[in-house]
């Protein structure tokens, strides 16, 4: 009976359950976009990403959480060559009425960097991640008739039903590859560059299913993403994105447009960019990014706006927009953060 009354209770919500929420900050979150970002990033760093949208209350709400830490790789032979790197990344989230539905991963990240030019202005980076995920659902967000007042609604301290679920813990496996061609190996004196890369989630196509004895296969996931730079004036500089996701009959496109700039002076030993741009996501939503670097820091701020109510009134979650902040920390300043030109955030 308990059974019975779990798949009428949650119904559709446990087949999206399995969807794993993103980003708005795509390339501020890279080793979610593509486990090859980890191999793009030649310093010993730290960046996270937190995102929230709806309120507790609602149905739609949800947060995100990331943190990625990347050691690099590097080899002296007559000069300091870097090949690579590893990292470890964390993921959290929270959806659904008071955080019904809880996931949390960590993954180990590998990636290696192959130049394909002797003028070190093409690369090849693959990159292989590996980890553990649990998710389950929180039994306090739960809310049943026998817990009603007829004073004031709601009252926790009286026992509802006794549903027990088990976390379910499975194992994960992804697999990226990132091209990157530019005009010079220096990000100070670049003006064109083009980057590239696909990737596929959930190789081993897990089992998530929260019910003992039911299968319910993660479908892989494949993404594609570009970008291109390319001068729109004395130190501005344009950035159009495109990024594609595909799972099981289902597709997400994302087309943006980025524009950055240095505003640093030649009497001015602080080097800052400042960086704004957009996403439509197709049929789903608009985003609005802007951040910018200073030094060895990096901080992002976007807001993803909801093209469709998606059928709900404004309480239970229509209309709803989801804020994003990112926080990037580079321990080596004396080098450069990153060797391709794809947006910052």
Request: zero cysteines.
């Amino acid at each position: 009976m308990k059974r019975l009354l779990l798949y009428i209770f949650l119904g559709i919500p446990l087949t999206s359950f399995s969807q794993e929420g993103q980003f708005s900050q795509y390339f501020a979150s890279g080793s979610l976009m593509n486990p090859a970002f980890a191999g793009t990033v030649n310093t010993i760093n730290f960046n996270a990403n937190f995102k929230q949208a709806g309120k507790p209350e609602q149905d739609t709400y949800q947060q995100l959480m990331q943190g990625t830490f990347t050691y690099p790789l590097r080899r002296i032979t007559t000069r300091e060559e870097y090949f690579g790197s590893i990292g470890a990344t964390f993921f959290s989230e929270k959806r659904g009425f008071q955080g019904l539905f809880r996931h949390q991963k960590v993954m180990l990240n590998g990636a290696y960097t192959l130049d394909l030019s002797e003028l070190r202005n093409q690369m090849l980076v693959f990159g292989l991640q590996g980890g553990v995920v649990q998710q389950d659902l929180s039994s306090s967000a739960f809310r049943w008739g026998s817990q009603y007042n007829q004073y004031y609604g709601y009252d926790d301290t009286r026992s509802g039903e006794a549903l027990s679920t088990s976390p379910v813990w499975y194992p994960v496996f992804n697999f990226g590859v990132i091209y990157s061609t530019y005009d010079n190996d220096d990000l100070k004196i670049r003006d064109y560059s083009f980057t590239a890369g696909i990737s596929a989630d959930n190789l081993n196509s897990p089992n998530v299913a929260l019910i003992d004895g039911d299968e319910s296969k993660k479908p892989m996931l494949f993404k594609v993403f570009s970008s291109l730079q390319f001068p729109l004036g004395a130190r501005f500089y344009g950035h159009p994105s495109a990024y594609a996701l595909y799972s099981n009959g289902s597709t997400q496109l994302n087309v943006g447009m980025y524009i950055s700039t240095f505003v640093s002076t030649s009497r001015s030993n602080l080097g800052v960019e400042l960086q704004t741009g957009a996403w439509y996501r197709v049929e789903d939503s608009f985003i609005a990014l802007v951040g910018v670097k200073v030094e060895q820091i990096k901080v992002g701020f976007s807001v993803d706006m909801n093209a469709t109510d998606l059928g709900l009134e404004q309480d239970a979650g229509g209309n709803f927009s989801a804020y994003e902040v990112s926080l990037t920390y580079n321990f080596e300043l004396h080098k450069s953060y990153r060797r391709i030109s794809s947006p910052i955030f």
